[in-house]
């Protein structure tokens, strides 16, 4: 476990402002909605002239409309206010999922605990009626061909490890959900350019209908102003807009992080047959990752350093597959052939279905036989907010937390928070408690950072390790794999928790 993160992490009713109009569906495609339906909204409060809202959230990704979704599915919230702050084009225009197009690069792995979080919403339907593909098993091995190891559904009586989706068809599923119900929503197609928890009354006009009552209210609550000049209030800010948060910023939250010596390659591959797993190479300068997408299709993510990206990144389309096949193949060293500890009898005694491990053989990727989309570079970074909560003010997401994608985590994560936070709006709102106070807020908090900064420190702990090509210790990680191969209780642990079903039972 690396301790030294662990101690470094803790120490530290759509109304959009444009012209309404509907669009239907088609049978080639999927549309949402530029201005979706009115009718069972509710104007929100005024406070002088400016709109008043229960939420605002900023950030209209992903993980900030499945805290719409979520607030809009729960009895206790689903008569909340909210408005939701993005300029973002996907949520003001039509936005057309053709079938006939090869996959979007930009994917996500949901694990099942997400997908069951989708299904309690109602937006996991949503979900199945675009391209997606679960998978049943995954392999992971070493370059140096010393150790390997084969994870499956089964071993936790689950009918898959994981889903492959793009995650615009993950933002369509929640918005088409969202649409569904009566939640008095807002968009403001716009960008947050200041905050203030605390307005001074110099900076608000008063009307003459205005009352001491409403002038008390404004004083406690947060006062966000956009880019559009415009301007509203709100019981509680959440910050849901991404690794670079203003939200984060203008609330004055403290992050801890370090960039990674890393740039990640993200696209598109085709192969000639159906790919039905997840593979993951560990290779001298980081991971390449093949994860099935459906229909022939494949998403690769190459963890690479910044100049061996740009080199890549630069090839021509042959090349690039070539040297990719090459990664995930021979490249670099042989198959793992035979377990360093035997046929794993030494750990007979740790595991009741001794047979099994032993016969899941090592398999080779299916080839890559042409780029089906353009080339994707980006840096890799860890960061987390010291504090995930103050007065009016909560970060999710990213906004909070930004990982290693070594094992596709970061948005099961965020999905977490937004669910997580919704329970606790709903848990106030019974007891009668101001959503944004600050007490109420630090549950939230009390719940996700642990389970967040756990995550980060191991999937940290992985990328040190396999940045050292260093022989004992390659000797090392090639046990660690075949341990996890044959021990039966071990990788059953590691599979619940990777699925976002369990805690590792080392730090439960």
Same mark, same amino acid.
């Given at each position: 476990?690396?301790?030294?993160? %662990?101690?470094?992490?803790?120490?530290?009713?759509f109304?959009?402002?444009?012209?309404?109009?509907?669009?239907?569906?088609?049978?080639?495609?999927?549309?949402?909605?530029?201005?979706?339906?009115?009718?069972?909204?509710?104007?929100?409060? @005024?406070?002088?002239?400016?709109?008043?809202?229960?939420?605002?959230?900023?950030?209209?990704?992903? %993980?900030?409309m499945?805290?719409?979704?979520?607030?809009?599915?729960?009895?206790?919230?689903?008569?909340?206010?909210v408005?939701?702050?993005? /300029?973002?084009?996907a949520?003001?225009s039509? @936005?057309?999922?053709?079938?006939?197009?090869?996959?979007?690069?930009? #994917?996500?792995?949901?694990?099942?605990?997400?997908?069951?979080?989708?299904?309690d =919403?109602?937006a996991?339907?949503?979900?199945?009626?675009?391209?997606?593909?679960?998978f049943?098993?995954?392999? =992971?091995?070493?370059?140096?061909?010393?150790?390997?190891?084969?994870?499956?559904?089964?071993?936790?009586?689950?009918?898959?490890?994981?889903?492959?989706?793009?995650?615009?068809?993950?933002?369509?599923?929640?918005?088409?959900?969202?649409?569904?119900?009566?939640?008095?929503?807002?968009?403001?197609?716009?960008?947050?350019?200041?905050?203030?928890?605390?307005?001074?009354?110099?900076?608000?006009?008063?009307?003459?209908?205005?009352?001491?009552?409403?002038?008390?209210?404004?004083?406690?609550?947060?006062?966000?102003? @956009?880019?559009?000049?415009?301007?509203?209030?709100?019981?509680?800010v #959440?910050?849901?807009?991404?690794?670079?948060?203003?939200?984060?910023? @203008?609330?004055? $939250?403290?992050?801890?992080?370090?960039?990674?010596?890393?740039?990640?390659?993200?696209?598109?591959v085709?192969?000639?047959?159906?790919?039905?797993?997840?593979? &993951?190479?560990?290779?001298?300068?980081?991971?390449?990752?093949?994860?099935?997408?459906?229909?022939?299709?494949?998403?690769?993510?190459?963890?690479?350093?910044?100049?061996?990206?740009?080199?890549?990144?630069?090839?021509?389309?042959?090349?690039?597959?070539k040297?990719?096949?090459?990664?995930?193949?021979?490249?670099?060293?042989?198959?793992?052939?035979?377990?360093?500890?035997?046929?794993?009898?030494?750990?007979?005694?740790?595991?009741?279905?001794?047979? /099994?491990?032993?016969?899941?053989?090592?398999? =080779?990727?299916p080839? #890559?036989?042409?780029?089906?989309?353009?080339?994707?570079?980006?840096?890799?970074?860890?960061?987390?907010?010291?504090?995930?909560?103050?007065?009016r003010?909560?970060?999710?997401?990213?906004?909070?937390?930004?990982?290693h994608?070594?094992?596709? &985590?970061g948005?099961?994560?965020?999905?977490?928070?937004?669910?997580?936070?919704?329970?606790?709006?709903?848990?106030?709102?019974? %007891?009668?408690?101001?959503?944004?106070?600050?007490?109420?807020?630090?549950?939230y908090?009390?719940?996700?950072?642990?389970?967040?900064?756990?995550?980060?420190?191991?999937?940290?702990?992985?990328?040190?390790?396999?940045?050292?090509d260093?022989?004992?210790l390659?000797i090392?990680r090639?046990?660690? $794999?075949?341990? =996890?191969?044959?021990?039966?209780?071990?990788?059953?642990?590691?599979?619940?928790?990777?699925?976002?079903?369990?805690?590792?039972?080392?730090?439960?």
């Open positions: 476990m690396n301790r030294t993160i %662990v101690r470094r992490l803790s120490a530290n009713a109304s959009l402002r444009v012209p309404r109009k509907v669009f239907s569906s088609k049978a080639a495609f999927s549309s949402i909605p530029a201005c979706p339906s009115h009718e069972h909204e509710e104007k929100p409060s @005024l406070i002088n002239d400016v709109q008043q809202y229960d939420v605002a959230i900023v950030g209209g990704g992903m %993980v900030g499945a805290l719409a979704c979520s607030l809009a599915s729960m009895p206790l919230t689903n008569q909340l206010s408005a939701i702050i993005d /300029s973002n084009p949520l003001q039509k @936005l057309l999922i053709k079938k006939e197009d090869p996959p979007d690069p930009r #994917v996500s792995t949901v694990t099942p605990a997400t997908i069951s979080l989708f299904k =919403v109602g996991w339907e949503y979900v199945l009626q675009h391209r997606h593909a679960f049943e098993t995954m392999q =992971v091995w070493d370059y140096t061909g010393l150790g390997y190891t084969r994870y499956d559904a089964r071993h936790i009586n689950k009918e898959a490890l994981g889903c492959v989706v793009e995650n615009k068809v993950l933002h369509h599923a929640l918005l088409s959900c969202i649409q569904n119900t009566e939640l008095q929503k807002t968009i403001y197609p716009s960008k947050l350019t200041s905050m203030a928890i605390h307005p001074t009354s110099s900076s608000t006009r008063v009307n003459s209908t205005s009352s001491t009552m409403a002038l008390h209210d404004r004083r406690n609550l947060a006062k966000l102003e @956009l880019s559009d000049g415009s301007s509203l209030y709100a019981k509680l #959440v910050g849901s807009d991404g690794g670079k948060s203003h939200v984060r910023e @203008l609330a004055g $939250f403290k992050t801890t992080g370090w960039s990674y010596p890393q740039n990640a390659i993200i696209c598109t085709e192969h000639t047959v159906e790919n039905n797993c997840a593979w &993951q190479r560990f290779l001298p300068a980081g991971p390449v990752a093949l994860l099935p997408i459906g229909d022939n299709y494949s998403n690769i993510v190459w963890t690479m350093s910044p100049k061996e990206a740009s080199e890549r990144n630069s090839m021509n389309e042959d090349d690039f597959v040297a990719l096949n090459f990664a995930l193949d021979y490249g670099y060293g042989p198959h793992p052939k035979s377990s360093l500890l035997g046929d794993g009898n030494m750990f007979s005694w740790l595991r009741a279905d001794a047979t /099994s491990s032993a016969k899941e053989s090592f398999e =080779v990727p080839k #890559v036989v042409k780029l089906a989309s353009a080339r994707m570079v980006f840096p890799l970074s860890l960061k987390h907010a010291n504090d995930y909560a103050s007065k003010v909560a970060l999710i997401g990213d906004a909070a937390h930004t990982v994608p070594l094992a596709g &985590q948005v099961n994560l965020g999905f977490g928070d937004a669910f997580a936070l919704s329970r606790v709006i709903a848990e106030g709102i019974a %007891v009668g408690t101001d959503i944004g106070e600050v007490s109420l807020l630090k549950k908090e009390a719940e996700r950072k642990p389970a967040n900064i756990m995550m980060m420190a191991v999937l940290d702990g992985f990328q040190k390790a396999y940045s050292i260093f022989g004992p390659n090392l090639a046990a660690a $794999f075949n341990g =996890v191969h044959y021990i039966s209780p071990l990788k059953k642990s590691i599979i619940s928790y990777a699925s976002g079903e369990q805690k590792l039972p080392l730090f439960s």
